[in-house]
């Protein structure tokens, strides 16, 4: 499955300014809720309610927080590439730059899990992250997501 397939151009951010996990929830909850405080709110509260279960911290710089919400009716993506790296008390102890942020409805267990499955098949190819990396804008992130993972 291509990234593309459920990441859209719009839902790519980078450069993304934070210092911290919390200003990063912060962030993702205010692209997903649109102005909207106590959906903000839900969403934050369910990211971190998750990451108390154990860091969504991968590795390799790498962060895949996801959760499931009421508020929402379709599984929605967003990637962002940080202009610094932030703590995610990853187990390789490697701060975070690359983050793809996964919110499902409630009642979604299969896409969900195919999604988060997508993303780890590709976060696990080193060549692909390190060319991540280099990418510098939305367009050639969304391009190179819509390239097959088999390198």
């Not at 309610?49 to 929605?76: D, F, Q």
Request: aromatic share 8%; with cysteine; hydrophobic share 40%.
């Amino acid at each position: 499955m291509k990234l593309i397939e459920f990441i859209a151009l719009d839902a790519i951010l980078v450069d993304v300014d934070v210092d911290s996990k919390k200003n990063l929830f912060k962030l993702v909850s205010n692209f997903f809720a649109k102005n909207d405080f106590e959906e903000s709110s839900k969403i934050i509260e369910k990211l971190n309610e998750r990451e108390r279960l154990g860091s969504t911290g991968v590795g390799n710089g790498i962060a895949i927080p996801h959760s499931k919400i009421s508020l929402i009716n379709k599984t929605k993506v967003l990637f962002l590439k940080l202009k610094s790296a932030v703590d995610f008390s990853a187990p390789d102890k490697k701060d975070v730059d690359l983050v793809f942020v996964i919110l499902a409805p409630n009642n979604c267990q299969s896409e969900h899990l195919l999604v988060l499955s997508s993303i780890s098949s590709f976060v696990k190819n080193k060549d692909f992250v390190e060319k991540l990396r280099k990418l510098k804008n939305s367009k050639e992130i969304y391009k190179f997501f819509g390239k097959p993972n088999e390198d």
